[in-house]
């Protein structure tokens, strides 16, 4: 069983190496890099790491369909670039899907930040999994390449693709949650305050079920790959990084 882990990037210069070494040492047989136009260097980055890379209309849900088409596993792992699994965490995905009848599934959260608060949503974020089959991306959704393909791969959409994603599949098929654990960055949680962040994404999803269009939820939601200061420290680091990794 062949599992490629595709990653989609914006701006991800800072955390884009760390991210394919981490999905190597997690397990996987084939990783694919999605760029979506940065512009802090982070496709260049990529390129002198062990993976493919490919650049596209920027939006995740776009990316991660084109990384999802050039992949070459039955298996498909679909990570952020600011989150991680633990070595040969692949494994448990392999072991998992060898029940017919499992479709894919994702992965429980350790959110990489101490506080009881991020301890209870973690808690909360299982909880979800469990009882609504609701996985979001950040929690490292995995599903067959044949399911993926037959459900249309995921919305292309302004947001909350995963959401959308999960909808189709969860009414038809089994999902799991692995152990894992999926390690993920606080940094969204603590550039907005954790409590402050979680109704936010309370909000939009409530929002969006409403019939609220992903457009109009864009305009709340702010990409932290678009911060002015992160860019401008990530665009410096890369070209130095760039520059050391080929002397």
């Not at 606080?186 to 936010?200: C, D, K, P, Y």
Request: proline residues 2%; glycine residues 8%; charged residues 25%.
């Amino acid at each position: 069983m062949k599992v490629s882990i595709v990653i989609p990037v914006l701006n991800e210069a800072i955390n884009v190496r760390a991210a394919i070494d981490r999905a190597w040492a997690a397990g996987a047989d084939d990783v694919v890099i999605v760029d979506g136009g940065s512009i802090d260097g982070t496709a260049g980055i990529a390129r002198l790491a062990r993976c493919r890379v490919f650049v596209g209309e920027r939006g995740r849900g776009a990316q991660l369909n084109l990384g999802a088409r050039h992949a070459s596993g039955d298996v498909l792992l679909f990570l952020h670039a600011d989150s991680w699994l633990a070595e040969h965490s692949v494994q448990q995905v392999r072991d998992g899907l060898r029940d017919d009848r499992v479709a894919g599934g994702a992965f429980c959260h350790r959110i990489a930040a101490d506080g009881f608060i991020y301890r209870l949503i973690e808690r909360g974020n299982a909880q979800r999994v469990r009882w609504f089959r609701m996985a979001y991306g950040d929690q490292g959704i995995f599903l067959r390449r044949d399911i993926f393909e037959d459900v249309g791969g995921f919305p292309e959409v302004a947001l909350m693709e995963d959401v959308r994603l999960m909808r189709k599949l969860r009414a038809r098929n089994r999902l799991i949650l692995l152990p894992g654990p999926l390690h993920t960055s606080a940094r969204r949680w603590q550039q907005h305050g954790a409590v402050r962040q979680t109704l936010r994404n309370w909000w939009l999803r409530a929002a969006e079920a409403a019939g609220v269009s992903p457009d109009r939820l864009l305009h709340h939601y702010s990409a932290h790959s678009e911060a002015p200061d992160e860019c401008q420290v990530a665009s410096r680091n890369a070209e130095k990084l760039a520059s050391d990794r080929s002397a």
